[in-house]
T-cell receptor, first 114, second 115 residues
Framework: EAGVTQSPTHLIKTRGQQATLRCSPISGHTSVYWYQQALGLGLQFLLW???????NRGNFPPRFSGRQFPNYSSELNVNALELEDSALYLC?????????????FGPGTRLTVL | GQQLNQSPQSMFIQEGEDVSMNCTSSSIFNTWLWYKQDPGEGPVLLIA?????ELTSNGRLTAQFGITRKDSFLNISASIPSDVGIYFC???????????????FGQGTRLTINP
């Protein structure tokens, strides 16, 4: 069974540009989560999508947004990039149907803002 | 908001030694998860705990869900070089709490092993 996939692996942008990151969940999973991991730090929750709807977002400005498509894949968009947006962006998926919520992570997209 | 305190922040041990790390919270969690992250990769789920007092093993790894539901520990026995990495605990709040589906992560424990 294929795991969570993310693209691109690396992304280099300059300040003020926009970045789009993509995620495909494990087959059968309906929930997708986005996390930001700055260098040397823990994971900070960004967004949660389930069944095409945004269910919750973390303490990030509105220029961080995203969406979930009918096939449950997801996109994270970061507008007006700032230097401090440089980080590893991790996507995770889970099957929301049961009582438990094991999240499985993709390999991440390393975003560098110059 | 909910926060997890994970300790120690880093560990330097000799190969073959046992390792112990823990996470504590001021609020209760329904689920505790332990992940390992290798450099440049996403976290990999090691152990999931769903019941207070539960003790679960995965090979040389053992984790427990604290009886108060506010803490968890992870032990690694007889460490080997491939155990090197960053270990994260993560907790999920009871479903009645807004945003409970998201995980709250500890800051990680960086494990270094001297051969």
């Amino acid at each position: 069974e294929a795991g969570v996939t993310q693209s691109p692996t690396h992304l280099i942008k300059t300040r003020g540009q926009q970045a789009t990151l993509r995620c495909s969940p494990i087959s059968g999973h309906t929930s997708v989560y986005w996390y930001q991991q700055a260098l040397g730090l823990g994971l900070q929750f960004l967004l949660w999508y389930d069944e095409g709807e945004e269910r919750n977002r973390g303490n990030f400005p509105p220029r961080f947004s995203g969406r979930q498509f009918p096939n449950y894949s997801s996109e994270l968009n970061v507008n007006a990039l700032e230097l401090e947006d440089s980080a590893l962006y991790l996507c995770a998926s889970s099957f929301r149907g049961g009582s438990y919520n094991e999240q499985f992570f993709g390999p991440g997209t390393r975003l560098t803002v110059l | 908001g909910q926060q997890l305190n994970q300790s120690p922040q880093s560990m330097f041990i000799q190969e073959g030694e046992d390792v112990s790390m823990n996470c504590t919270s001021s609020s209760i969690f329904n689920t505790w998860l332990w992940y390992k992250q290798d450099p440049g990769e996403g976290p990999v789920l090691l152990i999931a705990l769903y019941k207070a007092g539960e003790l679960t093993s995965n090979g040389r790894l053992t984790a427990q869900f604290g009886i108060t539901r506010k803490d968890s520990f992870l032990n690694i026995s007889a460490s080997i070089p491939s155990d090197v990495g960053i270990y994260f605990c993560a907790g999920q709040a009871p479903k009645l709490i807004q945003g409970a589906q998201k995980l709250v992560f500890g800051q990680g424990t960086r494990l270094t092993i001297n051969p």
